[in-house]
């Protein structure tokens, strides 16, 4: 039954990615591809909290810190290093990555709102250290607050779409491979009990920082893409906490610690944020708050997660 359900949530991603790999093909419309391309971006953006959060039950409201050091990893690595877009994308996924195992050895000793208030406090530090280091050391590197212009991308929006639908399916393919292994299993009994798995044998520490390197690894190379993507970053724009809140709203909205929840959760609230921009421009904001706001009351769990309840509950 486990093998038949994952192989359909692979059949619905493959699906998706043909259609998406087609989509450039049949539409000229840059406005429809830029669209596009941002719901794939944000599919692999809340898949990537997921990875970590969704799972385990943490709660991580510093994930923008390691899009954040992608971002600034990739535009040094362009700018000041001369570099191919193509070579700062792993440069910066490691670096994150990296900075990810360096705060993970400490942060994740913490539980609950301990943890969360930490991982909020290192992203704002990472904010403030950009735009202070230049400052302090009397040196040129960050570019404080007026930030790193990049080069111009002599692509459209069809490249960044199959950029991030490239990203994008590594992250939901380490999903299909945490909801069908031994680490996974791991995670998930970290979330329902985690001193009961560590007196079972889990290593529950270790787990629990590789899957917070693993996803600040895709996170650091979204933060890459965007970079190029945008051609300029300031720290107030990478280490933004709204992207945080975008990303757990995404995420609680499809369901966390499910395959289909941050696709599900990516595709309706970027969705709704287009459609009602374009026809309440002033208002639209309030009206995505509200909508959310009902979906939550209404599915506690996600709305993929509330219809795996409901099916649970009709096969009894």
């Given at each position: 039954m486990k093998v038949q359900t994952a192989r359909k949530r692979l059949l619905i991603w493959g699906v998706l990615t043909?259609?998406?790999?087609?989509?450039?093909?049949?539409?000229?419309?840059?406005?429809l591809l830029r669209v596009a391309a941002l719901i794939v971006f944000w599919i692999g953006m809340a898949g990537c909290w997921n990875l970590m959060s969704g799972y385990t039950g943490y709660v991580d409201f510093g994930p923008v810190a390691y899009?954040?050091?992608g971002s600034y990893a990739a535009a040094l690595v362009m700018t000041e290093g001369g570099r191919s877009f193509f070579l700062a994308l792993p440069?910066?996924?490691?670096?994150a990555a990296l900075v990810a195992f360096l705060i993970g050895m400490p942060t994740l000793r913490l539980k609950g709102a301990y943890f969360a208030i930490a991982t909020f406090a290192f992203a704002e530090t990472m904010k403030q250290i950009t735009l202070?280091?230049?400052?302090?050391f009397?040196?040129?590197?960050?570019q404080g607050s007026h930030g790193i212009t990049l080069p111009i991308a002599p692509y459209g929006n069809a490249f960044f779409l199959y950029c991030a639908l490239a990203v994008a399916s590594l992250v939901l393919l380490a999903h299909h491979w945490i909801e069908n292994s031994r680490f996974g299993y791991a995670l998930k009994a970290i979330h329902e009990a985690e001193d009961t798995a560590e007196l079972s044998?889990?290593?529950?520490?270790?787990?629990?920082?590789t899957a917070y390197a693993m996803s600040a690894f895709f996170l650091g190379v979204f933060g890459g893409i965007e970079a190029y993507w945008i051609t300029y970053i300031t720290p107030a724009d990478v280490f933004s906490v709204h992207k945080t809140v975008q990303m757990v709203i995404m995420t609680l909205l499809g369901g966390m610690g499910t395959f289909l929840g941050p696709i599900v959760g990516a595709v309706f609230l970027t969705g709704?944020?287009?459609i009602l921009g374009l026809t309440f421009v002033e208002y639209y904001l309030?009206?995505?708050?509200?909508i959310i706001v009902g979906v939550i009351l209404l599915l506690p769990r996600g709305i993929v997660g509330t219809w795996k309840e409901r099916k649970r509950l009709r096969s009894l």
């Amino acid at each position: 039954m486990k093998v038949q359900t994952a192989r359909k949530r692979l059949l619905i991603w493959g699906v998706l990615t043909l259609l998406l790999c087609l989509f450039p093909a049949f539409v000229s419309s840059q406005y429809l591809l830029r669209v596009a391309a941002l719901i794939v971006f944000w599919i692999g953006m809340a898949g990537c909290w997921n990875l970590m959060s969704g799972y385990t039950g943490y709660v991580d409201f510093g994930p923008v810190a390691y899009f954040g050091i992608g971002s600034y990893a990739a535009a040094l690595v362009m700018t000041e290093g001369g570099r191919s877009f193509f070579l700062a994308l792993p440069v910066a996924g490691c670096t994150a990555a990296l900075v990810a195992f360096l705060i993970g050895m400490p942060t994740l000793r913490l539980k609950g709102a301990y943890f969360a208030i930490a991982t909020f406090a290192f992203a704002e530090t990472m904010k403030q250290i950009t735009l202070e280091f230049d400052r302090t050391f009397g040196i040129s590197f960050f570019q404080g607050s007026h930030g790193i212009t990049l080069p111009i991308a002599p692509y459209g929006n069809a490249f960044f779409l199959y950029c991030a639908l490239a990203v994008a399916s590594l992250v939901l393919l380490a999903h299909h491979w945490i909801e069908n292994s031994r680490f996974g299993y791991a995670l998930k009994a970290i979330h329902e009990a985690e001193d009961t798995a560590e007196l079972s044998g889990v290593n529950t520490f270790g787990v629990k920082l590789t899957a917070y390197a693993m996803s600040a690894f895709f996170l650091g190379v979204f933060g890459g893409i965007e970079a190029y993507w945008i051609t300029y970053i300031t720290p107030a724009d990478v280490f933004s906490v709204h992207k945080t809140v975008q990303m757990v709203i995404m995420t609680l909205l499809g369901g966390m610690g499910t395959f289909l929840g941050p696709i599900v959760g990516a595709v309706f609230l970027t969705g709704v944020s287009e459609i009602l921009g374009l026809t309440f421009v002033e208002y639209y904001l309030i009206l995505v708050g509200m909508i959310i706001v009902g979906v939550i009351l209404l599915l506690p769990r996600g709305i993929v997660g509330t219809w795996k309840e409901r099916k649970r509950l009709r096969s009894l």
